[in-house]
């Protein structure tokens, strides 16, 4: 890979970290005004459906911005995987550790049951909440969902990050004990 294409990337990695750092506030505040107008404007329960569009289209922008980052991210990773700079990036998920949650998962399930409290509360009839309440809960079960993907993919790269280090030792250890068994030749007599 060429430096300049490697730039680029990197960039791209900022970029769409940026972007997802500023679309989360534009989003609830988009999904504020537009709970308080279309309350304002449509008195009955229904009107709990065009916020929730709003966290739906958010969610799904901000769940693509992180998974497009982590997938250039890993492809970064992978071609200069023998470079020293990425094994200081692979400790995040060698060792464990909890980060902040990249999605805002909680945030947005937070705003989808703030949105459902009005249809809660003024409801008329009971098909009507009741239908209500399952597109809500099918937005937070989403919401669950992708951020049960992304928790998979951090378990899986801290597996790949210490399976490449015991990876690494296994092989130190093997060059070791065949100049150990055969010499500094390193040939190995199969039998």
Do not use: C
């Not at 107008?37 to 799904?60: D, K, R």
């Not at 009005?118 to 597109?135: D, H, M, S």
């Not at 990876?167 to 068994?181: F, G, L, Q």
């Amino acid at each position: 890979m060429s430096g300049d294409e490697h730039h680029v990337l990197r960039v791209t990695i900022q970029q769409r970290g940026t972007a997802r750092m500023v679309m989360i506030p534009l989003i609830f505040i988009g999904w504020a005004a537009t709970a308080v107008a279309t309350a304002a404007v449509i008195t009955v329960a229904v009107s709990t459906l065009v916020p929730l569009l709003i966290l739906v289209a958010g969610f799904e922008a901000v769940f693509a911005l992180h998974v497009n980052v982590e997938r250039i991210s890993d492809y970064l990773k992978a071609i200069h995987a023998d470079e020293g700079g990425w094994q200081e990036a692979d400790f995040y998920h060698r060792s464990g550790r909890k980060g902040p949650d990249p999605l805002f998962s909680r945030v947005f399930v937070l705003a989808t049951s703030v949105n459902f409290l009005p249809a809660a509360l003024g409801w008329e009839n009971l098909p009507e909440l009741t239908i209500l309440a399952v597109l809500h809960l099918l937005f937070i079960n989403r919401v669950r969902l992708g951020r049960a993907f992304a928790a998979t993919e951090n378990a899986e790269k801290a597996a790949r990050a210490n399976h490449g280090d015991t990876e690494t030792r296994r092989s130190v250890d093997t060059e070791e004990d065949a100049e150990a068994n055969h010499g500094a030749t390193g040939k190995t007599e199969i039998t």
